[in-house]
């Protein structure tokens, strides 16, 4: 316990290089634990009105969007095309990467599908993942709404049909952007009965459907070619007249700036879309009479998770069970359109500010969590091993002393290790703690157990813990072996 006591001495009398050594331990602490499931999550409310529109928290998206590094550079004779995707094949993709559909993307050439299958779905088991809420499909089918205006013009607006499933709306709260009227119930499966965006009248040429107003559309019919591609034959329509039983609004973000006078100006946008809504079996209906009872494709998969503090790492999962997609999460995807000027259309706020002028493809992105890590603490274990080497070159009088007066190599090796071993202790710690409370309301938010929190808490810390204080002894005791194989003589004759 001596030596020990002299290695916490040291610690305070070298007050300095040991606050220096704590601090490179503790960011290290924190890099690694935000590579941790909590750190790849999100509170219950994060991105909620997203969340809603797209029906879940994670997007599956036919086809590869996304190539990674493998993909481009593969040795195998892949060859790429640049392709544009149909406007008539809708999906989220046309809010969030409207690019693909104007200024088209390279895919592989072996890649077309603008489908997921549902036998393809069935297989990869998704339902039995522990962490799946639900799952829901994206099926929808081009039409325009028909309408004369006060001076007997017959006009015709593109509004997609969009199916609606009134159960899962109701789980994700829709009430809560209803705006006027109501959101779907269950009975309305099957009727003719719509819901609008509000800010329609935002969009250029599109005007506001009053609730309890009856609207037609004609949905044109729809072909399947010898290769088993659908495509739709506008010149062949069928009308069909919707009741529009509510109005919703999709308030995103609050954009701020400086005016040229200095003042602080704002702006909120909303998510905006020509999309009419109709209940899921209502559309199915619809698809039927225009097929001639072919398949209904599903162009988009959304996952309902359980609750929000892994998804990051649940999105990862998904994707190895669809490897021929793209499958991302609704706040990531957000953030990524957010990145280049979508989905919001913006009035006030400056456009060269809201719009980049240059958008590229957006490829998938390497993990690099384990690289930093490693390089951080071989930076943080490197600190602390340079204060040891320069704290033994100060201390080789004392460490000669001691070793005249009988003490032993392993007990001055003791007196290094408390030291080592307070610094890194001390360090990770300090930064676990930080950044476990910043992020313990994702856990907190998403109501999970307390028991739960306490356990995952306590195994987080514990890979923390191992893995600073290993490191810190690792390249700690280097530089006092060397040290300590002087003997008394050759420390004194050396002083």
Request: glycine share 6%; net charge neutral; hydrophobic share 45%.
């Amino acid at each position: 316990m001596v030596f020990v006591r002299l290695g916490l001495t040291n610690v305070r009398r070298n007050m300095g290089r040991s606050v220096l050594s704590i601090v490179g331990m503790a960011l290290a602490a924190m890099i690694l634990s935000s590579t941790l499931p909590v750190a790849q999550g999100y509170p219950s409310e994060a991105f909620k009105v997203q969340r809603q529109f797209v029906g879940g928290d994670i997007i599956v998206y036919p086809g590869k969007f996304r190539p990674s590094r493998a993909d481009i550079s593969s040795g195998d004779n892949i060859e790429w095309n640049y392709d544009k995707l149909p406007q008539d094949i809708l999906s989220d993709l046309g809010s969030f990467h409207s690019e693909y559909f104007l200024q088209g993307f390279l895919r592989r050439s072996s890649e077309s599908a603008n489908f997921i299958s549902v036998d393809e779905i069935v297989k990869t088991g998704l339902n039995k993942k522990n962490y799946v809420a639900g799952v829901s499909v994206y099926q929808s089918v081009p039409s325009f709404i028909r309408r004369i205006d006060e001076k007997g013009t017959d006009q015709a607006w593109f509004s997609p049909l969009r199916s609606r499933d009134p159960v899962l709306d109701k789980d994700m709260d829709w009430d809560e952007i209803i705006t006027a009227g109501r959101a779907f119930i269950r009975c309305d499966d099957g009727k003719p009965h719509c819901l609008v965006d509000s800010r329609r009248p935002a969009l250029p040429g599109y005007q506001q459907l009053a609730v309890g107003s009856t609207i037609t559309v004609e949905v044109p019919a729809v072909r399947m070619d010898q290769a088993g591609n659908y495509y739709f034959d506008y010149t062949n329509r069928k009308s069909y007249d919707l009741k529009v039983v509510g109005r919703y609004t999709l308030p995103t973000r609050v954009l701020a700036w400086q005016s040229e006078m200095g003042d602080l100006m704002t702006e909120q946008l909303y998510w905006t879309t020509p999309q009419v809504l109709v209940p899921q079996m209502t559309l199915s209906r619809m698809w039927y009479e225009a097929s001639g009872g072919l398949p209904m494709p599903v162009t988009e998969l959304a996952i309902r998770v359980k609750n929000l503090a892994f998804l990051e790492n649940n999105a990862a999962d998904v994707a190895s069970l669809f490897p021929q997609h793209t499958v991302t999460s609704v706040p990531a995807e957000v953030e990524d359109a957010w990145s280049r000027g979508q989905p919001e259309p913006v009035f006030r706020y400056p456009e060269p500010l809201a719009r980049p002028d240059e958008i590229r493809q957006a490829g998938a992105p390497m993990d690099l969590r384990g690289v930093v890590v490693l390089i951080t603490y071989s930076i943080a274990a490197l600190l602390v091993a340079s204060n040891m080497l320069i704290a033994l070159a100060q201390r080789r009088r004392e460490i000669g002393i001691l070793k005249a007066l009988g003490a032993k190599s392993k007990e001055i090796m003791m007196m290094v290790l408390s030291e080592v071993l307070f610094v890194s202790i001390f360090g990770a710690t300090a930064g676990f703690v930080l950044l476990r409370s910043a992020s313990l309301w994702t856990y907190l938010s998403n109501r999970m157990p307390v028991l739960q929190i306490g356990a995952l808490t306590l195994s987080d810390f514990f890979r923390v813990f191992v893995t600073t204080v290993l490191f810190a002894v690792v390249f700690g005791t280097l530089p006092a072996l060397g040290t300590l194989r002087l003997s008394p003589m050759d420390v004194f004759r050396n002083d």
